[in-house]
Protein backbone atom coordinates (compact mmCIF):
# COMPACT_ATOMS: atom_id res chain seq x y z
CA UNK A 1 0.00 0.00 0.00
CA UNK A 2 1.43 3.52 -0.81
CA UNK A 3 1.99 6.42 1.36
CA UNK A 4 -1.00 8.32 -0.89
CA UNK A 5 -3.73 5.95 0.38
CA UNK A 6 -2.37 4.57 3.85
CA UNK A 7 -4.64 5.31 6.34
CA UNK A 8 -7.18 7.27 4.56
CA UNK A 9 -10.94 6.57 4.02
CA UNK A 10 -12.77 7.64 0.79
CA UNK A 11 -14.71 9.86 -0.16
CA UNK A 12 -17.84 10.26 2.09
CA UNK A 13 -16.57 7.69 4.37
CA UNK A 14 -15.17 7.55 7.73
CA UNK A 15 -12.32 5.84 8.65
CA UNK A 16 -13.21 4.33 11.97
CA UNK A 17 -16.18 2.73 13.78
CA UNK A 18 -17.54 1.67 16.67
CA UNK A 19 -18.47 -2.05 16.94
CA UNK A 20 -19.27 -4.16 20.43
CA UNK A 21 -17.15 -1.39 22.46
CA UNK A 22 -14.26 -1.58 20.08
CA UNK A 23 -13.44 0.67 17.41
CA UNK A 24 -11.61 -0.31 14.42
CA UNK A 25 -9.82 1.25 11.60
CA UNK A 26 -11.07 0.10 7.93
CA UNK A 27 -8.71 0.86 5.35
CA UNK A 28 -9.11 0.90 1.58
CA UNK A 29 -6.19 -0.23 -0.54
CA UNK A 30 -6.31 0.97 -3.99
CA UNK A 31 -5.22 -0.85 -6.66
CA UNK A 32 -5.61 -1.00 -10.85
CA UNK A 33 -8.59 -1.86 -12.50
CA UNK A 34 -8.53 -5.59 -12.67
CA UNK A 35 -9.16 -7.71 -15.30
CA UNK A 36 -10.26 -10.91 -16.30
CA UNK A 37 -7.40 -12.07 -17.24
CA UNK A 38 -5.38 -11.18 -13.84
CA UNK A 39 -4.63 -13.49 -11.38
CA UNK A 40 -6.64 -12.85 -7.51
CA UNK A 41 -2.68 -13.97 -5.97
CA UNK A 42 -0.83 -11.54 -7.51
CA UNK A 43 -3.60 -8.43 -7.01
CA UNK A 44 -3.37 -9.63 -3.43
CA UNK A 45 0.50 -9.96 -3.23
CA UNK A 46 0.94 -6.49 -5.00
CA UNK A 47 -1.79 -4.45 -3.43
CA UNK A 48 -2.25 -5.81 0.23
CA UNK A 49 0.27 -8.79 1.40
CA UNK A 50 3.26 -6.06 2.80
CA UNK A 51 0.01 -3.83 4.04
CA UNK A 52 -1.23 -5.98 6.52
CA UNK A 53 -0.30 -6.59 9.61
CA UNK A 54 -0.19 -9.39 12.39
CA UNK A 55 -3.80 -9.48 14.10
CA UNK A 56 -5.22 -7.26 11.07
CA UNK A 57 -8.26 -8.73 8.69
CA UNK A 58 -8.08 -8.74 4.85
CA UNK A 59 -11.74 -8.26 3.06
CA UNK A 60 -12.03 -8.34 -0.57
CA UNK A 61 -14.76 -7.65 -2.40
CA UNK A 62 -16.47 -10.77 -4.27
CA UNK A 63 -16.72 -8.80 -7.34
CA UNK A 64 -12.23 -9.05 -7.79
CA UNK A 65 -12.68 -12.43 -6.97
CA UNK A 66 -15.23 -13.42 -9.59
CA UNK A 67 -13.74 -11.30 -12.38
CA UNK A 68 -10.09 -13.46 -11.96
CA UNK A 69 -12.36 -16.59 -11.88
CA UNK A 70 -13.78 -15.61 -15.95
CA UNK A 71 -17.08 -14.65 -14.08
CA UNK A 72 -17.67 -11.82 -15.90
CA UNK A 73 -19.82 -11.54 -19.14
CA UNK A 74 -20.14 -8.57 -21.69
CA UNK A 75 -23.65 -7.65 -22.30
CA UNK A 76 -23.21 -8.66 -25.73
CA UNK A 77 -22.53 -11.92 -24.70
CA UNK A 78 -25.55 -12.87 -22.36
CA UNK A 79 -29.00 -13.62 -24.46
CA UNK A 80 -32.28 -13.27 -22.14
CA UNK A 81 -34.84 -15.50 -22.52
CA UNK A 82 -38.48 -14.10 -22.61
CA UNK A 83 -39.10 -15.08 -18.58
CA UNK A 84 -35.78 -12.92 -17.96
CA UNK A 85 -37.85 -10.09 -19.64
CA UNK A 86 -40.87 -10.88 -17.67
CA UNK A 87 -39.55 -11.25 -14.36
CA UNK A 88 -36.82 -8.45 -14.62
CA UNK A 89 -39.84 -5.59 -15.04
CA UNK A 90 -41.20 -6.51 -11.84
CA UNK A 91 -37.67 -5.93 -9.54
CA UNK A 92 -37.25 -2.97 -7.86
CA UNK A 93 -33.94 -0.69 -9.05
CA UNK A 94 -32.10 1.13 -6.50
CA UNK A 95 -29.55 3.88 -6.89
CA UNK A 96 -27.01 1.58 -5.26
CA UNK A 97 -27.56 -0.93 -8.08
CA UNK A 98 -29.12 -2.92 -11.05
CA UNK A 99 -29.67 -6.20 -8.78
CA UNK A 100 -31.64 -8.04 -11.23
CA UNK A 101 -33.53 -5.36 -12.66
CA UNK A 102 -32.56 -5.73 -15.88
CA UNK A 103 -32.64 -8.99 -18.80
CA UNK A 104 -29.00 -9.87 -18.61
CA UNK A 105 -28.95 -9.91 -15.07
CA UNK A 106 -31.81 -12.00 -14.36
CA UNK A 107 -30.73 -14.49 -17.63
CA UNK A 108 -27.58 -15.30 -15.40
CA UNK A 109 -29.32 -15.88 -12.30
CA UNK A 110 -31.66 -18.18 -14.08
CA UNK A 111 -28.87 -20.20 -15.11
CA UNK A 112 -26.72 -19.66 -11.88
CA UNK A 113 -30.13 -20.88 -9.78
CA UNK A 114 -32.11 -22.73 -11.54
CA UNK A 115 -35.29 -21.51 -13.12
CA UNK A 116 -37.65 -23.22 -10.29
CA UNK A 117 -35.78 -21.33 -8.05
CA UNK A 118 -36.07 -18.38 -9.39
CA UNK A 119 -39.89 -18.16 -9.93
CA UNK A 120 -40.40 -19.92 -6.58
CA UNK A 121 -38.26 -16.37 -5.26
CA UNK A 122 -40.55 -14.22 -7.51
CA UNK A 123 -44.08 -16.19 -6.82
CA UNK A 124 -42.86 -15.81 -2.72
CA UNK A 125 -41.73 -12.15 -2.71
CA UNK A 126 -45.00 -11.30 -5.12
CA UNK A 127 -47.40 -12.29 -2.03
CA UNK A 128 -45.46 -11.02 0.76
CA UNK A 129 -44.07 -7.48 -0.81
CA UNK A 130 -48.45 -7.04 -1.22
CA UNK A 131 -48.27 -7.65 2.45
CA UNK A 132 -45.11 -4.74 3.38
CA UNK A 133 -42.68 -7.58 3.45
CA UNK A 134 -39.61 -6.81 1.91
CA UNK A 135 -36.37 -9.28 0.83
CA UNK A 136 -38.13 -12.57 0.72
CA UNK A 137 -36.95 -12.84 -3.47
CA UNK A 138 -32.98 -12.32 -2.48
CA UNK A 139 -33.89 -15.10 0.87
CA UNK A 140 -35.30 -18.08 -1.48
CA UNK A 141 -32.93 -17.41 -4.24
CA UNK A 142 -29.83 -17.13 -2.33
CA UNK A 143 -26.51 -16.01 -2.38
CA UNK A 144 -25.11 -16.59 -5.74
CA UNK A 145 -28.60 -14.22 -6.90
CA UNK A 146 -27.57 -12.03 -4.66
CA UNK A 147 -24.27 -11.18 -5.69
CA UNK A 148 -24.71 -10.88 -9.67
CA UNK A 149 -23.39 -7.52 -10.27
CA UNK A 150 -24.85 -5.43 -13.30
CA UNK A 151 -23.65 -1.99 -14.78
CA UNK A 152 -24.64 0.98 -13.07
CA UNK A 153 -23.89 4.67 -14.14
CA UNK A 154 -20.98 5.03 -11.41
CA UNK A 155 -19.68 1.07 -12.52
CA UNK A 156 -15.82 1.31 -14.06
CA UNK A 157 -15.14 0.33 -17.59
CA UNK A 158 -15.16 -2.33 -18.90
CA UNK A 159 -17.72 -3.18 -16.21
CA UNK A 160 -20.08 -0.71 -17.34
CA UNK A 161 -21.04 -2.99 -19.95
CA UNK A 162 -21.11 -6.27 -18.44
CA UNK A 163 -22.32 -8.64 -15.53
CA UNK A 164 -20.21 -10.39 -12.81
CA UNK A 165 -21.63 -13.13 -11.36
CA UNK A 166 -20.64 -14.16 -7.41
CA UNK A 167 -17.19 -16.33 -7.37
CA UNK A 168 -16.81 -19.92 -7.07
CA UNK A 169 -15.91 -21.17 -3.57
CA UNK A 170 -14.91 -18.13 -1.65
CA UNK A 171 -14.44 -20.14 1.72
CA UNK A 172 -11.66 -22.10 -0.08
CA UNK A 173 -10.38 -18.46 -1.59
CA UNK A 174 -10.08 -17.09 1.93
CA UNK A 175 -8.25 -19.51 2.78
CA UNK A 176 -6.12 -20.00 -0.33
CA UNK A 177 -5.35 -15.87 0.43
CA UNK A 178 -4.75 -16.38 4.35
CA UNK A 179 -1.96 -18.73 3.66
CA UNK A 180 -1.00 -16.13 1.16
CA UNK A 181 -0.41 -13.16 3.30
CA UNK A 182 1.86 -15.60 5.48
CA UNK A 183 -1.36 -16.19 7.94
CA UNK A 184 -0.90 -13.20 10.27
CA UNK A 185 -4.19 -11.70 8.94
CA UNK A 186 -7.66 -13.42 8.80
CA UNK A 187 -9.02 -13.09 5.26
CA UNK A 188 -13.00 -12.56 4.18
CA UNK A 189 -14.52 -12.14 1.12
CA UNK A 190 -17.59 -10.09 0.46
CA UNK A 191 -20.53 -8.36 -0.35
CA UNK A 192 -21.38 -5.19 0.41
CA UNK A 193 -23.38 -2.06 -0.64
CA UNK A 194 -24.99 0.90 0.36
CA UNK A 195 -27.90 -1.17 1.26
CA UNK A 196 -25.96 -3.99 3.77
CA UNK A 197 -23.65 -6.87 3.11
CA UNK A 198 -23.23 -10.52 3.00
CA UNK A 199 -20.16 -12.63 3.97
CA UNK A 200 -19.57 -15.16 1.10
CA UNK A 201 -16.59 -17.11 2.97
CA UNK A 202 -13.94 -16.25 5.30
CA UNK A 203 -11.44 -17.69 8.09
CA UNK A 204 -13.99 -16.77 10.79
CA UNK A 205 -16.29 -18.33 12.77
CA UNK A 206 -19.78 -17.19 12.56
CA UNK A 207 -19.73 -15.11 15.30
CA UNK A 208 -16.62 -13.62 13.73
CA UNK A 209 -18.73 -13.22 10.07
CA UNK A 210 -21.83 -11.43 11.70
CA UNK A 211 -19.41 -8.92 13.79
CA UNK A 212 -17.46 -8.20 10.43
CA UNK A 213 -21.09 -7.30 8.40
CA UNK A 214 -21.60 -4.63 10.97
CA UNK A 215 -17.94 -3.81 10.87
CA UNK A 216 -18.76 -2.59 7.02
CA UNK A 217 -22.17 -1.86 7.49
CA UNK A 218 -21.64 1.85 5.65
CA UNK A 219 -19.91 0.24 2.96
CA UNK A 220 -16.18 2.31 3.26
CA UNK A 221 -15.17 0.64 0.37
CA UNK A 222 -17.87 2.98 -1.47
CA UNK A 223 -20.37 2.02 -4.34
CA UNK A 224 -18.69 3.96 -7.32
CA UNK A 225 -15.40 4.31 -8.92
CA UNK A 226 -12.97 4.47 -5.87
CA UNK A 227 -11.11 1.64 -7.39
CA UNK A 228 -10.57 0.08 -3.38
CA UNK A 229 -12.27 -3.16 -3.97
CA UNK A 230 -9.97 -4.22 -1.25
CA UNK A 231 -9.50 -3.09 2.30
CA UNK A 232 -7.60 -3.55 6.18
CA UNK A 233 -9.69 -3.61 8.98
CA UNK A 234 -7.83 -3.01 11.99
CA UNK A 235 -8.43 -2.59 15.49
CA UNK A 236 -7.37 0.88 17.42
Not at 8 to 17: F, I, M, Q, S, Y
Not at 23 to 34: H, M, S
Not at 177 to 198: E, M, Q, R, S, Y
Request: glycine share 10%; aromatic share 4%; net charge positive.
Amino acid sequence: MTQENEGKANEGKTLETNVDGKKYARIPLRTRVVMPEDDIDQIVTEYAKDAVQPGDLLFVTEKIVAITQGRSYRLDEIQPRRLALFLSKYVTRTPYGIGLGMPETMEMALRECGTPRILLAAAVAAVTKAFGRKGDFYRIAGDKARAIDGPTKHTIPPYNEAVVLGPKNPRQVATHLKALVGGKADVAVVDINDLGGNILGSTLDKAGEQRLVRILKDNPLGQGRESTPMGIIRTV
